[in-house]
């Protein structure tokens, strides 16, 4: 084989390789994309479960000073359910934010370390939210129990 046979030989595994890394590294791009938006929605999920969860502490103390017991409950309830839903959405923007690490790791590029970064960041604003459901809950518990004991 002549080494002008070789030289060609390499130049189209090259190509090959190439053109593989270059489809590798726009689907690694595309994933962190979505696993950004994925983080961003879902700490936007959590803000609102959080309002949510407020909103019904607010009724459930509301209720329990005019001795509506059962108005109470159902809005601790619904509290409850509001931080569990805040927390679910805490913990897909963290698997989102892990995703896109992992893209980053896989190929580390500084637009995929941004994106990490702003999903880290999302999945951060998901954690404080859901941290606020959880007190607006408890919150919401300890007045429907006021309200039950003062009966």
Do not use: H, P, W
Not at 18 to 42: D, F, I
Not at 101 to 107: D, G, L
Not at 115 to 121: N, P, V
């Amino acid at each position: 084989m002549s080494l002008e046979t070789e030289v060609t030989n390499l130049r189209q595994g090259y190509v090959i390789v190439n053109k593989r890394y270059t489809e590798a590294l726009t689907t690694l791009k595309t994933l962190t994309q979505t696993s950004l938006v994925a983080a961003k929605r879902a700490a936007v999920a959590a803000e609102k479960a959080s309002f949510a969860a407020k909103s019904c502490a607010t009724a459930a103390n509301a209720a329990a000073i005019k001795f509506v017991i059962d108005a109470a409950e159902a809005a601790a309830s619904a509290a409850s359910m509001a931080a569990e839903a805040s927390i679910e959405a805490a913990a897909a923007a963290s698997a989102s934010a892990a995703a896109a690490a992992a893209a980053v790791a896989e190929q580390a590029e500084e637009s995929l370390v941004a994106a990490s970064a702003e999903a880290a960041a999302a999945t951060k604003r998901a954690a404080e939210a859901a941290a606020e459901a959880v007190r607006m809950s408890n919150l919401a518990s300890a007045s429907a129990k006021q309200a039950r004991d003062g009966q």
